[in-house]
C-alpha cells in the first residue's frame, strides 16, 4: 500500500520560500512507471495542479506556467522522498498542498493515486 | 487550458436516491477524465479514470461515462458515507486542470 507522508511549516513570511517534503513509503520516487505531483487546494482558486518530477531514464519536471518562475520539483533518491519550493510567496499562495503519485491507467498516466495529507500553508507576516 | 465546468455546484439528496453529476470540458478531451470524491478535512480520493474505469476498491453504485466534451459521474443508491464533494479532472493535456466541484448534501 502506498503512502505519501508530507512536513514542513505551516507559516511562511511574504516574499520568502514555501517548501514541503513528500516522503514515499510503499513505492519509489524512481520509478518508471509513475509520476509525482504536486497540487493546491484554496476557495478562490480550486484545485490547482503545480506541477510533476518523473524518472525515465533522467529526471524531468514539468510545471504550471503560472507558477513556473517561482517553482522547483527536485526527487531525493536517498530518501526516497520529492520537494516542493515556492519562491518569492504572497498571501494569493496560502492554500492546502498536497502531494500525489500519477499512476498509469486506461492508456494515461497523471491520475493522482494516492494523494499525501495536506498542508495548510499560511502566508502571512 | 483546459476549463472544466461541473454542474450543479450542489445537490440536495436523500440516501437511497440516485444522483447524476456533469462536467464538461472547453475542448474535446476523448475519454481522459477523472472523478475524485473529497470529503473535509482530507485528500481527495481517485473514484473513476479513463470516463468510466472504476479505481479499484471503488464500490459499484459509482459510474462514470461520456467523451469528448461532456461526461457524467452516475451515484446510484446514495449511501450516508457518500456525502461529499466530487471533483472532475482532465489528463488529456497539460497543465492538469480540475472542475470547481459538486458538493451532494443531505436533503
Known amino acids: 500500500q502506498v503512502q505519501l507522508q508530507q512536513s514542513g511549516p505551516g507559516l511562511v513570511k511574504p516574499s520568502q520560500t514555501l517548501s514541503l517534503t513528500c516522503a514515499i513509503s510503499?513505492?519509489?520516487?524512481?520509478?518508471?512507471?509513475?509520476?509525482w505531483h504536486w497540487i493546491r487546494q484554496s476557495p478562490s482558486r480550486g484545485l490547482e495542479w503545480l506541477g510533476r518530477t518523473y524518472y525515465r531514464s533522467k529526471w524531468y519536471n514539468d510545471y504550471a506556467v503560472s507558477v513556473k518562475s517561482r517553482i522547483t520539483i527536485n526527487p531525493d533518491t536517498s530518501k526516497n522522498q520529492f520537494s516542493l519550493q515556492l519562491n518569492s510567496v504572497t498571501p494569493e499562495d496560502t492554500a492546502v498542498y498536497y502531494c500525489?503519485?500519477?499512476?498509469?491507467?486506461?492508456?494515461?498516466?497523471?491520475?493522482?493515486?494516492?494523494w499525501g495529507q495536506g498542508t495548510l500553508v499560511t502566508v502571512s507576516s | 487550458d483546459i476549463q472544466m465546468t461541473q454542474s450543479p455546484s450542489s445537490v440536495s439528496a436523500s440516501v437511497g436516491d440516485r444522483v447524476t453529476i456533469t462536467c464538461r470540458a472547453s475542448q474535446g478531451i476523448s475519454s481522459w477524465l477523472g472523478w475524485y470524491q473529497q470529503k473535509p478535512g482530507t485528500a481527495p480520493k481517485l473514484l473513476i479514470y479513463?470516463?468510466?474505469s472504476l479505481q479499484s476498491g471503488v464500490p459499484s453504485r459509482f459510474s462514470g461515462s461520456g467523451s469528448g466534451t461532456d461526461f457524467t459521474l452516475t451515484i446510484t443508491s446514495l449511501q450516508p458515507e457518500d456525502f461529499a464533494t466530487y471533483y472532475c479532472q482532465q489528463v488529456n493535456s497539460f497543465p492538469l486542470t480540475f472542475g470547481g466541484g459538486t458538493k451532494v448534501e443531505i436533503k
Open positions: 479513463a470516463s468510466s
Open positions: 500525489a503519485r500519477g499512476i498509469p491507467a486506461g492508456g494515461r498516466y497523471n491520475w493522482f493515486d494516492p
Open positions: 510503499g513505492d519509489s520516487v524512481s520509478s518508471n512507471s509513475v509520476t
